[in-house]
């Protein structure tokens, strides 16, 4: 979490009433520790809030300088700096340095690199915080949460992985401090359970004398992997395993075929032996998957590419359909078709509630029938692990470095077509180009039918190309009995009144024009722009009032997110007086060249579905 530098936001000294609040919710998440022990009251206590590199917002508590905790998601953690004082208030697995050094560097700790002492692992429970230590001492270097208990371990086979990295020491939380190394502390003692012969532990210092770390064995490796040494190749392999870094020491497949620690949500996994036979074999037991369990690997795939990568914290909340729709459909790779309906989940519903008891994310109903995405956990250890595929998903957007670029995910803009109804009046006309009453034409169609029927009773003015003479039918289609005769019409002149004389409709398609909704009928009529007020409510004080966003497609809930985080302004959404008239979004301020901008920028709409753009403020200095 604090592998690069971060962003100091405030940095203040902390009040009585927030000491005591602190107090209290350390002596409910950390019993073991005394609350008023660790912060005394005389003592100068600094919070500071901070802005990781992912985007996280973390206070971190400081005493006397040093930071002691810090808090992430309302759960408060301990720092090396406490641990090294308290150092028995969490358990502590026990890793070699070489895989420190990669986990400083923000790896996770992976099964294969954790020592295993003859009396045992600690007992830890599945997501419980623990501690890591070396083998030279019981001072904590990093602090963690366990991807699965302590006997889940075991019968894994010590593979996989164990924690997942929080904090470390030399990291940057680390480097906000005194910088101190830690201590030498010795290791509980474990001869009240264990002979000194069976622990491995010397009676006098109570350190773990059968540990011995790798390192030495480094220098004895060449580039091809081998040792000087005839009897040190589990050593290598230990110590390949250990650091997960095959390029850096030497050049050997890891003996358990895969890496010690997962850098940055990469697994790095190393070579090995009868790799042909093993892709061969896993072609054969893919097409004996039943399609059922295929969809549902397809879909769980597809929702931590888009959590990854797609959903961000300031898209939140979100209606399940939007998520469905906009982030997790453009996840599927191009081959392969999401369909949820084929899974064993049936409904996008009851996948999501998987999803939450696995604790990826949290879906809250809003009202019956309308579910929303309110917060994603971009730090589960499914999540970190996903390795986003190059090029092979129907998402349009850039990736870089599993990371999505500062572009959002696209916004699809809806198609406006314009049409024209044959009307009774200019059936004579029209007829002749094969349209019957009631057909619906475009713009350019019209202009064809009507210079075919031109061309065809010879019209055009044989002095001025220009002009075209009307004859009785078609003096009859342009002209209103109201208008002056005449004989000679312009060409544009005669385009515009056929227009005038034709019943105007449009099409709205929203998404892809290939699906047929509701939104992709014909409808008469002109499309009703988006309209923007501006009100004055109590208090002098200006709002700008948004009204018909549904027409083309914009959710107003989304809409009002994204202007409020825009302009740093309230806004809200409410229905408009009347069954089936939609909602407004109400913002405070005179918002209309944001909604501008965001509309034609973000929304990709024309200007001329735009109404109340001249309402925007006047620039220039007031005298």
């Known amino acids: ?249 030497a050049e050997l497949p890891a003996a358990s075929g895969e890496s010690m620690v997962e850098s940055d949500g990469v697994t790095e996994t190393g070579g090995a032996t009868g790799g042909t036979e093993d892709i061969v074999e896993d072609e054969e037991v893919e097409d004996d998957i039943p399609p059922a369990v295929k969809m549902d690997r397809l879909l769980y795939q597809c929702l931590l590419h888009s959590l990854k990568c797609k959903v961000k914290k300031s898209d939140l909340p979100l209606l399940t359909s939007t998520f469905y729709k906009n982030h997790i459909l453009p996840c599927c790779p191009r081959n392969q078709t999401l369909d949820v309906k084929k899974s064993s989940y049936k409904k996008f519903s009851k996948f999501l509630q998987a999803m939450q008891q696995e604790h990826l994310l949290t879906v ?100 001025d190309r220009r002009l075209v003479v009307l004859d009785p039918v078609l003096h009859d289609a342009v002209m209103k009995k109201t208008e002056p005769s005449t004989t000679h019409l312009a060409w544009d002149k005669l385009f515009t009144r056929s227009y005038r004389e034709l019943t105007r409709g449009h099409q709205l398609v929203l998404g892809n024009p290939g699906i047929a909704t509701e939104n992709q009928r014909m409808k008469k009529g002109n499309i009703e722009p988006i309209e923007l007020k501006i009100q004055r409510k109590a208090g002098n004080k200006l709002v700008t009032l948004i009204t018909r966003l549904e027409t083309f497609g914009i959710d107003p809930k989304d809409f009002s997110h994204r202007i409020q985080k825009g302009v740093s302004a309230s806004s809200s959404v409410s229905a408009l007086p009347g069954q089936g008239q939609g909602q407004q979004v109400l913002v405070q301020g005179n918002q209309v060249n944001y909604v501008d901008k965001l509309l034609t920028e973000h929304y990709k709409l024309p200007r001329k579905y735009i109404r109340g753009l001249e309402l925007a403020p006047k620039s220039g200095k007031r005298r």
């Open 364 to 463: 809250k109903t809003e009202k019956k029938g309308v579910d929303n995405v309110v917060d994603i956990d971009r730090s589960h250890p499914d999540v970190r692990a996903f390795e986003i595929p190059e090029g092979d998903t129907n998402d349009e957007d850039e990736v870089q470095g599993g990371k999505p670029t500062n572009s959002e995910a696209v916004w699809s803009s809806p198609e406006i077509k314009e049409f024209f109804q044959v009307t009774t009046k200019m059936l004579p006309v029209l007829k002749c180009a094969g349209y019957r009453q009631g057909a619906w034409m475009t713009a350019e169609e019209v202009r064809k039918a009507v210079t075919d029927y031109v061309k065809q009773e010879e019209l055009a003015d044989r002095t």
């Open 1 to 249: 979490m604090f592998r690069k530098d971060f962003h100091v936001k405030s940095n203040i000294a902390i009040r009585g009433s927030d000491r005591r609040k602190l107090r209290s919710n350390l002596a409910e998440q950390l019993p073991s520790l005394s609350a008023d022990e660790v912060i005394p009251n005389k003592d100068a206590m600094t919070v500071k809030k901070v802005f990781t590199h992912a985007d996280y917002t973390v206070m971190v508590y400081c005493l006397n300088g040093d930071p002691v905790f810090f808090e992430w998601e309302k759960q408060l953690y301990p720092t090396v700096y406490l641990l090294w004082k308290y150092p028995g208030i969490l358990p502590c697995l026990i890793t070699w340095p070489p895989v420190l050094d990669k986990m400083v560097g923000g790896a996770d700790l992976m099964l294969p690199g954790v020592v295993v002492p003859s009396f045992g692992l600690p007992e830890i429970a599945k997501r419980q915080l623990c501690a890591i230590c070396l083998p030279d001492s019981g001072a904590p270097v990093a602090i963690g949460i366990a991807t699965m208990s302590s006997a889940d371990m075991i019968a894994s086979g010590m593979k996989g992985k164990g924690v997942q990295t929080l904090h470390c020491y030399k990291d940057f939380l680390w480097k906000q401090g005194s910088k101190s190394n830690p201590p030498t502390i010795p290791f509980p003692n474990v001869q009240s359970t264990l002979s000194e012969e069976d622990s491995g532990a010397n009676p006098q210092t109570n350190e773990l004398s059968e540990v011995k770390p790798p390192t030495d064995d480094i220098q004895q490796l060449n580039l091809n992997g081998t040792s000087a040494e005839p009897n040190s190749t589990s050593i290598n392999e230990q110590l390949i395993a250990a650091t997960g870094a095959e390029g850096d020491t």
